[in-house]
């Protein structure tokens, strides 16, 4: 089954201790890309990867981090949660070359930062 | 640049009447256009989507979205309601001119089905 698999689904953490939530694809794509989602402001990107060791900043990258290694995987790494980065994230990912490729979207990480 | 907005962040309606989510957007290339729609403790899912040809798209679960370059608009439609289509609703638009895939997302809206 064709998926977008986040992990952990759910984290309660304290500020400063460093987390990674990871994604992985099985599709093959090229693009993977990480949003966050905020009552009332949608779904803004945070980065983005158009291929291996290639990935670039969204719209709100403050506070973020991210690799790309692997084509399956695209991590996000918080090297020092902040109680404004308590949010839902979701990866996302799909074929490069075309605009009109709709993207796969994981479940969801639900992250607070206390 | 870009932009998605969502008119009513909340609709609601009863189960078996009309559903009509309203879509605007700006850019200054030709869009491409989505609609997805997020279950509770799910991700996004995606109902349809406009590139280019017909502008009336149909999509997943008897929804249809008509694209309207003269009023930029975009707006989500279903015939009659049924409770499982209660959920959030964005509407997204790519940047067809950019090098980045990025969705610009509306705010959404929370579509309530009364039984």
């Known amino acids: 089954e064709a998926q977008v698999t986040q992990n952990p689904r759910y984290l309660i953490t304290v500020t400063g201790k460093k987390l990674t939530v990871t994604c992985s694809q099985n599709?093959?794509?090229?693009?993977m890309s990480w949003y966050r989602q905020d009552p009332g402001l949608g779904l803004r990107q945070i980065y983005y990867?158009?291929?291996?060791?290639?990935?670039d900043k969204g719209d709100v990258p403050e506070g973020y981090k991210v690799s790309r290694k692997e084509k399956r995987n695209f991590p996000l790494i918080l090297e020092s949660p902040s109680p404004n980065q308590t949010s839902l994230y979701f990866c996302?990912?799909?074929?490069?070359?075309?605009?009109?490729?709709?993207?796969?979207f994981g479940d969801g990480t639900r992250l607070s930062i206390l | 640049a870009q932009s998605v907005t969502q008119l009513g962040s909340h609709v609601s309606v009863s189960e078996g009447a009309l559903v009509l989510l309203r879509c605007n957007y700006s850019?200054?290339?030709?869009?491409?256009l989505f609609w997805y729609v997020q279950y509770p403790n799910q991700g996004l899912q995606l109902l349809l989507k406009?590139?280019?040809?017909?502008?009336l798209v149909k999509g997943i679960n008897g929804f249809e979205a008509e694209f309207k370059k003269s009023e930029t608009s975009f707006h989500l439609t279903k015939p009659s309601a049924h409770m499982s289509d209660a959920a959030e609703y964005f509407c997204a638009v790519i940047n067809s001119g950019g090098s980045n895939y990025k969705l610009t997302f509306g705010k959404g809206t929370l579509l309530t089905v009364n039984p």
């Open positions: 996302a990912s799909s074929f490069a070359g075309a605009f009109n490729q709709p993207q796969h």
């Open positions: 599709m093959n794509h090229e693009y």
């Open positions: 850019s200054s290339v030709p869009p491409y």
């Open positions: 406009y590139t280019t040809g017909a502008t």
């Open positions: 990867s158009m291929n291996v060791e290639v990935t």
